[in-house]
């Protein structure tokens, strides 16, 4: 319990003494009575008998007992009001410091330089990944020029294999369709388990489908190539590649063939003796069946290895090295963009976002300074009765007990009687206040329109700082 409604307590109800009245701010200040304070202090009673028993005498020194009471009950509702008000004023204080805040202008300013310092970092190290690029570009693409130049390529343009994962999607189909008809093959010949047929039927069909594969993209192209050596090494390998293959598939039929001897009993004696004993001549038309078959998949495999890249051995790597830089450069630049857009997008907003507010902010603040205002006003009328009450009730004190003594009364009963406010409003600090936010909201509106122009130029000025992309990718002839 606070010390004033102790008081209040021992004063025997002290809110009888008062009314109370409701501003506009939803703040109840109250009206005191000046009957129900002498009634409270039964002056009418206690000054004919002070005044009787000579009370104070005639040579007393203020204050009076009686009226030194009646203060303390009037200075005491007071100094609860004036809580009252200081709490409602620091409320109105704390809502219109509120709306300013964040409105800084030497902050925003920094901020701002902040943001642009750290915008022109990452247009920096942009420009420098992008300008890195350019330069690779423009080797590879001269690498590329003499390369067409020194092979008589420079009216042809290059022709690459447009979906890799197709070509090697169809070459697994046919390779698990010959291994599957392959395994069929050996495991009906020889009624062998279908695990041991599958395995050589695995890698009988491996090295007829990878091997051609593999020399028509490698090898096979040298036939196109101008230089001497390499033109010749590529149709030699033409006959080598048959060989190999034409081999392999004449040795998969001997293994067919022999498994029709009924006495061969294992897969591994037929793969012995179909060594042993090569032909080139079957018995079974089916053997034949299965060398055409391997060789028409052998050769699909060549031809999907000879178009895998361009034809001319070399073209499409270099080719394609350039387009692969050329490439990256529209990426790092369409990042960059990005990358500095959000940079310095996300203060932009938030200045639009503020000065946007700024109108709505004004309205506040007009509403909590009326709301200030007639606070004090509504305190201020509040305060001014408590002199007139103190004044009436001792007045009425002194003229009682005087008209009841015997004696002249103390010289002080003729003094004017004075109250001094307990509690007092210091206007000015409050004026101040207002004032300080006011300009505050004042300087962001114009302070605001200025940074939202400077952060475009910032950006504008970052952005033009880029190269353009026509730029870093154009190629002198």
């Known amino acids: ?175 698990l369709g010959e291994t599957a008809v392959n395994a069929s093959f050996f495991s009906i010949a020889g009624g062998e388990a279908w695990l041991n047929s599958g395995m050589i039927a695995l890698v009988l069909s491996g090295l007829n489908i990878a091997l051609p594969f593999f020399y028509g993209y490698k090898i096979l192209p040298f036939i196109n190539s101008v230089n001497t050596n390499q033109h010749r090494l590529g149709f030699f390998s033409i006959f080598i590649a048959f060989a190999v293959i034409i081999s392999i598939n004449y040795l998969a039929a001997n293994l067919r063939e022999v498994l029709d001897d009924p006495t061969i009993l294992s897969l591994t004696s037929a793969a012995t003796q179909a060594m042993t004993q090569f032909t080139f001549s079957f018995s079974s038309v089916f053997s034949w069946f299965f060398m055409v078959f391997g060789l028409s998949l052998a050769c699909f495999a060549m031809n999907k290895g000879y178009n895998f890249d361009d034809p001319y051995p070399g073209y499409g790597k270099l080719s394609r090295a350039t387009e692969k830089l050329q490439e990256s450069i529209q990426d790092v630049y369409a990042d960059l963009v990005e990358e500095l857009s959000e940079a310095i997008e996300e203060f932009d907003v938030y200045f639009h976002a503020v000065l946007d507010s700024i109108a709505t902010r004004r309205e506040k603040f007009t509403n909590i300074n009326n709301s200030l205002v007639n606070l004090h006003q509504k305190f201020t009328a509040s305060q001014s009765q408590y002199s007139t009450v103190y004044s009436s009730v001792i007045s009425d004190y002194r003229k009682i007990n005087s008209a009841n003594r015997k004696t002249p009364p103390p010289k002080f009963f003729n003094q004017p009687v004075k109250y001094d406010h307990s509690f007092k409003i210091i206007k000015q600090v409050d004026l101040k206040f207002v004032k300080t936010v006011e300009n505050t909201l004042k300087e962001a509106k114009i302070t605001l329109p200025i940074l939202i122009k400077q952060v475009k130029k910032d950006r504008d000025r970052l952005r033009n700082s880029i190269p353009s992309l026509a730029k870093l990718t154009k190629l002198t002839e």
């Open 1 to 175: 319990m606070s010390a004033f409604q102790k008081v209040k307590n021992f004063l025997f109800g002290l809110k009888g003494t008062r009314d109370h009245t409701d501003d506009s701010v939803m703040t109840q200040f109250d009206l005191i009575d000046s009957k129900k304070i002498k009634n409270l202090h039964n002056i009418d009673q206690v000054a004919k008998e002070n005044g009787k028993s000579e009370i104070p005498n005639s040579k007393a020194n203020p204050p009076d007992s009686v009226e030194d009471k009646v203060l303390t009950t009037i200075k005491t509702i007071e100094a609860d009001e004036g809580n009252k008000f200081t709490s409602r004023n620091e409320a109105y204080r704390r809502s219109m410091t509120a709306l300013a805040s964040d409105l800084d202008m030497e902050k925003l300013e920094q901020h701002r330089i902040s943001k642009t310092a750290n915008a022109e970092n990452i247009a920096a190290i942009g420009i420098n990944d992008l300008y890195t690029l350019k330069n690779k570009f423009m080797a590879a693409d001269n690498n590329l020029k003499i390369f067409k130049k020194e092979n008589n390529l420079e009216n042809r343009a290059v022709s690459n294999e447009q979906n890799r994962i197709l070509t090697f999607g169809i070459l697994a189909v046919v390779f």
